[in-house]
């Protein structure tokens, strides 16, 4: 299974927003995120548990050290142009909403190379060949690429997909401020057995 979607992911999804709302955050845009980071991984072993009963197997341990948990923000002027991807270092990317329903605004869209026809990385091939040879190339050209599945974004809905295999994107940013952004909580890791 290539995504998986949990809606109602936290008990009290609530109390997970008003931390996004209090942390600090660093601009990341370097990291090729249009946005920011906080700076500290927000995580229980109650999510790591969830997150590997979906996937149905152990995460490894280093990946939570790395963006395991931290919260993004994506404001309308950084997130302007979209940007499809991969998540090459990544078996998995995790992308769970915190926008209330009524500001909620696009979701995550996943693609299809117009002049490859390929969706991410073959069997074949592997992702850093496919990011010299099609992402560098057309990543910030909406016009290469036809949208062939799309999750709306919605409060406390869980996006689980294979961000190293799949092409992917935000479909829209918006908002001027952290309280009126795009907001997520973000999980890039493997599989403890893919380590």
């Given at each position: 299974m290539n995504i998986i979607v949990i809606d109602h992911f936290y008990k009290d999804p609530e109390k997970i927003r008003s931390l996004a709302l209090e942390a600090s955050y660093k601009d990341?845009?370097?990291l090729n995120y249009p946005g920011f980071q906080s700076h500290h991984n927000y995580c229980s072993s109650d999510v790591i548990k969830k997150i590997e009963?979906?996937?149905n197997s152990p995460i490894c341990s280093t990946s939570l050290s790395q963006t395991f948990g931290k919260f993004r923000i994506m404001l309308k002027e950084t997130g302007s142009k979209l940007k499809v991807?991969?998540?090459g270092h990544s078996d998995?990317?995790?992308v769970l909403y915190l926008n209330p329903d009524s500001a909620c605004q696009g979701?995550?869209?996943f693609y299809t190379h117009k002049k490859t026809g390929l969706d991410g990385p073959t069997f074949d091939s592997d992702w850093q060949q496919i990011e010299q040879e099609v992402i560098e190339l057309d990543s910030l050209k909406p016009e290469a690429w036809?949208?062939?599945s799309y999750?709306?974004?919605k409060f406390n809905r869980?996006?689980?997909f294979r961000g190293n295999q799949l092409f992917h994107c935000h479909t829209k940013s918006f908002g001027n401020n952290l309280s009126d952004a795009r907001l997520t909580q973000n999980f890039f890791f493997n599989e403890a057995k893919n380590v």
């Open positions: 990341v845009t370097q009963l979906a996937i991807h991969l998540d998995w990317t995790g979701g995550t869209g036809v949208e062939s999750v709306a974004m869980l996006v689980l």
